[in-house]
């Protein structure tokens, strides 16, 4: 398993980097005020909290138990689609108390939910898998295993295409839902036509 600081990097670099290149022309241009900052600082908390919501556990049974247990909440998987609502409802109510627009909530609600996401691919990779369907599906799914699959051991051109496809896919969505909310809170790439 990635220590916290893999995951909060990980999450910063990979997704956050959109956010510092959209502001270095208003940056240059001097178009940036206060709320500007205070904003792309709301988004490095909200995004970097909720990197680590999956290994919340571990700060209650280092000083209860006296483990480094954190992938679970009684028989709840922390690191599951289920246990990810806790990303999007305090995504939703950071956004709403910051902004007090419920649209800005639902845009910091997904955006919250893409860097929970991002934990439980990274520990993926690491690990071979998270209990993500839980609970309708309680054993681990690792969509990396998926991508070391040879051809010969695909059995067929096209499942070894669709395993692919569907590695790849799966952390497109997770970026993607995070340029999306962005590109709702300002962040943005532009096209400029060349003269």
Do not use: Q, W
């Not at 500007?36 to 000083?63: E, H, Q």
């Not at 954190?70 to 109510?93: D, E, K, M, N, R």
């Amino acid at each position: 398993m990635p220590y916290p600081v893999v995951h909060v990097l990980f999450f910063l670099f990979c997704v956050g980097i959109v956010a510092v290149y959209a502001i270095t022309g208003p940056l240059y241009r001097r178009e940036l005020c206060f709320s500007d900052a205070r904003k792309l600082l709301l988004l490095a908390f909200v995004g970097g909290a909720c990197t680590l919501f999956p290994d919340i556990m571990v700060v209650y049974n280092i000083f209860i138990n006296n483990t480094l247990e954190h992938c679970s909440i009684g028989s709840i998987p922390t690191h599951s689609l289920l246990f990810s609502f806790t990303a999007i409802l305090f995504g939703g109510i950071v956004g709403y108390g910051a902004f007090r627009e419920f649209s800005k909530a639902v845009y910091m609600a997904i955006f919250a939910e893409s860097a929970f996401l991002t934990h439980l691919l990274l520990d993926d990779i690491a690990e071979g898998g998270c209990e993500y369907l839980y609970p309708l599906y309680s054993s681990p799914i690792s969509v990396f295993s998926m991508m070391d699959t040879g051809f010969a051991a695909a059995g067929s051109l096209f499942h070894y295409l669709m395993v692919s496809i569907v590695s790849v896919f799966c952390v497109f969505v997770v970026i993607l839902m995070a340029l999306f909310a962005l590109d709702k809170f300002g962040f943005e790439f532009g096209y400029r036509k060349e003269k």
